[in-house]
Nanobody, 122 residues
Framework: VQLQASGGGLVQAGGSLRLSCTAS????????MGWFRQAPGKEREFVAA????????YYADSVKGRFTISRDKAKKTVYLQMNSLKPEDTADYYC????????????????WGQGTLVTVSS
């Protein structure tokens, strides 16, 4: 499975961006698609995930209430709508697929897309 992420850019604090991640193959219903991010000098961290079949969503506490993950099955695409962005949200954002189910650990994910850079200016 190949994942293509897009949508990053430069935005002022308080602004919004929507990231997209399109899969080369349709995920199975049991698969989970997640977003992670890695800021300079920091470890990669879990942001959000969605179960492909049921659409159940999960969020890191740091983004809950500001970010929304969703998917379009027909387009094989998962989205991350990011509102009320803060400078601390600045990072490379990666999408990934976990074939076994939900995990917030990056080493449990099987397929990864390239990063898309989000920069939030203060």
């Amino acid at each position: 499975v190949q994942l293509q992420a897009s949508g990053g850019g430069l935005v002022q604090a308080g602004g919004s961006l929507r990231l997209s991640c399109t899969a080369s193959e349709r995920p199975f219903s049991s698969h989970v698609m997640g977003w992670f991010r890695q800021a300079p000098g920091k470890e990669r961290e879990f942001v959000a995930a969605i179960r492909w079949g049921a659409g159940t969503t999960y969020y890191a506490d740091s983004v809950k209430g500001r970010f929304t993950i969703s998917r379009d099955k027909a387009k094989k695409t998962v989205y991350l709508q990011m509102n009320s962005l803060k400078p601390e949200d600045t990072a490379d954002y990666y999408c990934a697929v976990d074939k076994r189910g939900l995990s917030t650990k990056d080493h449990d994910y099987d397929y990864w897309g390239q990063g898309t850079l989000v920069t939030v200016s203060s």
